[in-house]
């Protein structure tokens, strides 16, 4: 790997651990092919409270201490939590974690966020900033249907390129111990705006940004997509997975033999009439945290780049007719700790 | 400084400089008592744009732009820029920054941004994951009213301890240059809850979190307030500052004669109507920027602490009747290397 070239990629020194994580999903999630990942399911979306929003933030109270108990870590045993999410001000976290006391640094990359917080996490811990850090996310269909385009009631009618936001949290702590998987690098990604200003195709707003992230890695490593089992993304969606497969053939690089897509995997096209696929902070984030991660412990799989992707937009820049920008932050995961 | 104890303290190992900061205001911060701190005044609200939203990017981009001329750095000089603020999915900073193509993270602190920001760049340059980073963060005056009260239009009072959002934008560039001014150390934050339910009240709401984060460092390094020129919080206004000073002399602690408030500072209580003060991330991150880095740097200050404060809350939880979660940061910034 070539030192000096490498500006957005860090290799880790003494690969961290991902000591335990955990899957949290709602009744959707639970129906779908991917329904026995999930370590918890709330079958209510208000989980027991009085508002979506605050069923959201039960949601990561739930990851979070699911995580922490299977690791048998206490929340005192954590030094830093990065976490974040969809809504306006990211108070699905902030009310969320409050009763933990475990200090907190926010984070915001939409639906990239839990790229994001694994690559902070696992940094702190790799350079001996901290001894245990977590990172947690979510995202919930009836809060960023309100948020982002209309309130439930409303019945507004879904387009053909649409997603559905995933009812879900995944939470995971990172340690020094030695015990797969580990995460081996990561690349901070750019913000990378084609143009796209429909809000209901966000699979092609995001793209480019999963395309120039997962491209810079390459670069920079030295590396090929067959030396990972699969690359991961996180909610491109069918319409996106398509369109990142093909700007990569264009470099004459074939991936679609080794790229999953979490928005493509969670739900089943045929029968759950989701459109485009799933989407979401937690789309991704239980994905990784139920499913990839136990599967890279075990060593079914040996390396994964797994690749969050978020369209950073607001529903008043698109109403003032904004384009949308998108970022992608990658994390190389392995079996091996090298 | 027990390292057993220090769960939220980390001291810098080789403590990174701050090479070059800058700080972009409006017309009513030039006209308040720190105009003269300010490297650029952009007196139209708009910024020659067709909304608010955009002006604030443009307070952004400015920002940038002057930090990295002051510093002689150009965009490809910087490996990694942390940003965020308070808009709704932080779009101030995206739309902001996104033509500098810098490999970005997108954090959320609410005002305490300005050191959220801080502390991320200056531990990622002093544990050798990056050569030089960037933190930004601004706030907007019209913008964060029509967002968290009411548009301008409406011409709704302001309540006496209500406090002015600054319009106002800071940059600055870490290296890890020999050359002052130093970050010695920083104190991550934890949610603090006092139950405070009033959205016009935000300095009793964080003052609690100050409190907790700065008594933390204390604790966790053995210093003292008398180590410090001054103990900065970022905006408690006038109702907060007085409360902080309380907390701490209950401790049996006197702070009051080295606190300073950015939110007290950078207007003018008799001449500009302000209430309770100036608030947003960008009043913080302005008067670090713009008066206290230059001081520090030319060995006027020697040491100071400098502790922004967000109120984490969102328009949605404050309409659902909910608490106001706050948090601060706080970074340790030194003339000394150490």
């Given at each position: 790997m070539?030192?000096q ?15 335990s994580s ?5 009744k ?8 026995q ?5 709330n079958?209510d979306?208000?989980?027991?409270e ?16 699911h995580?922490?108990?299977?690791g ?5 045993d ?5 976490g ?7 108070t699905?976290?902030t ?8 200090p ?7 639906c990239s ?6 690559l ?43 997603q ?7 939470a995971?702590v ?13 690349t ?5 705006d084609m ?8 699979g ?10 997962i ?18 993304t ?11 497969c093909?700007l990569f ?18 739900y ?16 991704a ?11 890279l ?5 040996h390396?994964i780049?797994?690749?969050?992707t978020g369209?950073?937009?607001s ?13 992608s932050?990658l994390?190389?995961i392995?079996h091996?700790?090298?």
């Amino acid at each position: 790997m070539n030192e000096q070239k490498m500006r957005s990629t860090v290799i880790m020194q003494s690969p961290p651990a991902v000591a335990s994580s955990a899957a949290i999903g709602g009744k959707k999630e639970a129906e779908g092919p991917m329904g026995q990942y999930f370590d918890k399911i709330n079958d209510d979306p208000y989980f027991s409270e009085d508002t979506f929003e605050k069923g959201e933030s039960q949601l990561q109270k739930q990851a979070v201490e699911h995580a922490l108990r299977k690791g048998s870590f206490s929340p005192e045993d954590i030094d830093i939590l990065f976490g974040g999410d969809l809504l306006n001000q990211c108070t699905g976290t902030t009310y969320g974690i409050k009763s933990y006391e475990i200090p907190f640094l926010g984070i915001y990359g939409a639906c990239s966020t839990m790229s994001e917080g694994l690559l902070l996490a696992s940094l702190f811990v790799d350079r001996n900033i901290c001894k245990r850090t977590m990172a947690v996310t979510s995202s919930h269909f009836c809060t960023a249907e309100r948020q982002y385009r209309m309130p439930l009631n409303y019945g507004g009618q879904r387009t053909p390129t649409a997603q559905w936001t995933a009812t879900a949290s995944g939470a995971l702590v990172v340690t020094a111990e030695d015990k797969p998987p580990y995460i081996r690098g990561c690349t901070v990604g750019k913000i990378v705006d084609m143009g796209v200003t429909d809000a209901n195709n966000m699979g092609a707003a995001m793209a480019p940004a999963a395309f120039s992230t997962i491209s810079t890695f390459f670069e920079e490593t030295g590396m090929h997509p067959e030396d990972f089992d699969h690359i991961v993304t996180g909610d491109l969606g069918a319409v996106g997975s398509s369109i990142l497969c093909s700007l990569f053939e264009r470099e004459g690089t074939d991936i679609s033999d080794r790229h999953l897509d979490c928005g493509k995997m969670i739900y089943d096209p045929d029968t759950q009439d989701v459109h485009a696929g799933g989407s979401g902070c937690g789309c991704a984030g239980s994905m990784l945290c139920g499913y990839f991660l136990p599967l890279l412990r075990s060593g079914e799989l040996h390396n994964i780049l797994f690749a969050a992707t978020g369209a950073l937009l607001s529903p008043t820049v698109s109403q003032q007719g904004d384009t949308i920008p998108s970022i992608s932050h990658l994390v190389w995961i392995s079996h091996e700790r090298g």
